[in-house]
């Protein structure tokens, strides 16, 4: 699995991102939107960080797969998002046993399958909020405060669950 560090000098040392902020030096990081699938080829997980520029009110993402790829995102609201100042780096692997240890003291005994997250700031904070698939129809959303490297909110929901909410 990657990790942010990674992520990011991938991202600054490419061309596109070069020509991007050239082209639009007011441009920031607002969030980052991460799939990594334990179950399947990990060739199968999705990396991509989005930048808002102020200047134009929009949103565009780098997905940074095998190349990367730049493409403006369709927001539903116009208010602007918070800038992510990526103080802190993370490794999707350490995430992964932080998560398994907190599932563990929790005794969910399931097998993480899928860890979807979005790295999102709040107060100056980078934040990482989760959904993640366990067996048995099950998920977890997690809140992990990346410059603690801890928990801040921890639930399992079932499939059900869901099911139900969507039915209301």
Known sequence: MMNSQFLFEKLHSS??????????????????????????????????????????????????DNEIKLSPVERPDEKAPEKVPMNDNFDFDKIKELITREMEFKRIN?????????????????????????????MVKVTIDLKEKRITDFEKKSFFDMLNIVRK
Do not use: W
């Open 15 to 64: 061309e596109e991102f070069k020509k991007f902020m050239k082209e639009k030096p007011d441009a920031f990081l607002c969030s980052g939107f991460f799939v990594i699938d334990l179950e399947n080829n990990s060739s199968d997980d999705k990396y991509n960080l989005d930048f808002y520029i102020p200047s134009e009110k929009k949103v565009f993402s780098f997905q940074l």
């Open 110 to 138: 399931n097998k993480i399958q899928k860890m979807l997250f979005s790295l999102q700031g709040k107060d100056g904070k980078d934040f990482l909020l989760g959904t993640i698939f366990i067996s048995g129809f099950g």
